[in-house]
């Protein structure tokens, strides 16, 4: 069935997603506050709104994909009185849980209805639809937004209630964000023991180091010409997207009291890169810190 969406955030993310959705048929309605990012999505086959109320006026689905949570609930402020009433609004962004089940509430106080659902796969899925999307809300809001999610990715997993799709996005990108320190490290360590880098990897992919850090992302050119790392870390997944992520991982293990040492620490080290090279590099490029460093120690 065709829907009519209205698509909020055309940036790197939103602009292929929002391309994607209109590829599959459905009209999709786009704005965003960068002209550019219109201008793209517009060719791409997305109908420019003038202004984001006439975007969301004409909907029954709105997607958010914006920056950071205080960007979702400012929006949600300006246009949940203008949406018609029982609306579905789905944010794809990566926000705090607290602020995700605050949009929920929000919305549902407005007489709408509500599904958190981030996403994986960075830009490269996102072109190729083959995003993963983690929902958390009702039932009956995750089966109405399942095929449009689809259209847009290649993998959809209902996460449980309102916050879950957050939850489970900051716990993956903790476990992701440390492996590729663990990864990092262990190649700057093979090289002061003379090990090259294709030699490590053979062994690490095929034996219990294997992880998306270093099979798909590695961090040193050569064994994964796909990765960035063969690019000069152009990204690719930014530091300071990963930084964020972590960050809200980090946030929710201190609400929460729970003993996350390694994320915190992961945290700490990408926040530090993440103020260095912001969304230059790649969160891969952390092993030229790691290396660096390492030169200062001995
Ligand atoms: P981006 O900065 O490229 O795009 C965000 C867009 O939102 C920008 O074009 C900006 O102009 C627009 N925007 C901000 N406030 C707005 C408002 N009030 N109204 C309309 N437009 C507004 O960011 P991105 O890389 O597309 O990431 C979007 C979200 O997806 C983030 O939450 C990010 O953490 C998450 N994410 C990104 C990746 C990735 O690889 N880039 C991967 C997974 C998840």
């Given at each position: 069935m065709s829907r009519t969406v209205a698509f909020i955030g055309l940036g790197h993310m939103g602009g292929p997603m929002a391309a994607n959705l209109a590829k599959a048929g459905h009209r999709v309605i786009g704005h965003d506050l960068d002209l550019t990012a219109v201008e793209a999505a517009a060719g791409a086959g997305v109908e420019p709104a003038a202004s984001v109320t006439e975007a969301v006026g004409a909907a029954d689905v709105v997607i958010t994909m914006l920056p950071a949570g205080r960007h979702v609930l400012g929006l949600y402020d300006d246009i949940l009185a203008t949406a018609r009433p029982g609306t579905l609004f789905v944010d794809c962004s990566t926000i705090d849980v607290a602020d995700a089940r605050t949009a929920h509430e929000r919305a549902l106080a407005a007489g709408m209805r509500a599904l958190d659902a981030p996403v994986s796969g960075g830009v490269v899925g996102a072109e190729a639809a083959t995003l993963t999307f983690m929902a958390g809300g009702d039932e009956g809001g995750f089966a109405e937004a399942r095929p449009l999610l689809e259209a847009m990715g290649r993998k959809t997993v209902h996460?449980?209630?309102?916050g879950a799709g957050q939850a489970a996005k900051i716990c993956n990108n903790m476990i992701l964000g440390v492996s590729m320190i663990a990864v990092s490290e262990a190649f700057v360590l093979g090289e002061s023991l003379g090990l090259s880098h294709r030699a490590l990897y053979e062994v690490a992919s095929t034996a219990s180091g294997q992880c998306w850090a270093l099979?798909?992302?590695?961090?040193?050119?050569?064994?994964?010409?796909?990765?960035?790392a063969n690019r000069d870390y152009r990204p690719g997944f930014a530091a300071s997207l990963m930084a964020k992520d972590l960050g809200l991982a980090a946030h929710a293990a201190q609400e929460g009291g729970v003993r996350v040492e390694l994320g915190l620490r992961a945290s700490e080290l990408y926040a530090a890169y993440a103020e260095r090279v912001g969304d230059a590099?790649?969160?891969?490029?952390i092993i030229r810190t790691i290396r660096n460093r390492s030169g200062e120690a001995t």
């Open positions: 996460c449980g209630g309102p099979s798909v992302n590695c961090p040193v050119p050569g064994p994964v010409p796909t990765s960035p590099e790649d969160f891969s490029g």
